[in-house]
């Protein structure tokens, strides 16, 4: 079974920048595409990222593309989200998640129901 577990989350002013990690055991991450994607208070589930184990292509939806920036470390069985330019609304619980069926993102790498396993979450707050 697959664990996830994220860390790198706080509390940022704005225009300022954090690493989210997402560090997996039971499992290598260098076989499954993952993903990221936030949660705000009040709101669904946002997917934000993704990242095909098999070639390091990366994707991203309009909101964060330009700020953010996903990779990985698979010496580390570690993902990254650099977040650069942080704004407000980016305030959420951050989570990753894998999708076990494939080492490529789909076309749909921003639902939910694509991945498999989710980390429990770490909380980014964006504030002055």
């Known amino acids: 079974q697959v664990k996830l577990v994220e860390s790198g989350g706080g509390l940022v002013q704005p225009g300022g920048s954090l690493k989210l990690s997402c560090v997996a055991s039971g499992s290598t991450l260098a076989s499954y595409a993952i993903g990221w994607f936030r949660q705000a208070p009040g709101k669904e589930r946002e997917g934000l990222s993704c990242i095909s184990s098999s070639d390091g292509s990366a994707y991203y939806v309009d909101s964060v593309k330009g700020r953010f920036t996903i990779s990985g470390d698979n010496d580390k069985n570690t993902v990254h989200l650099q977040m650069n330019r942080l704004k407000p609304e980016d305030t959420a619980v951050y989570y990753c998640?894998?999708?076990?069926?494939?080492?490529?993102?789909?076309?749909?790498?921003?639902?939910?129901?694509?991945?498999?396993?989710w980390g429990q979450g770490t909380q980014v707050t964006v504030s002055s």
């Open positions: 998640a894998t999708d076990l069926w494939s080492a490529y993102c789909s076309d749909n790498y921003f639902q939910s129901y694509e991945y498999d396993y």
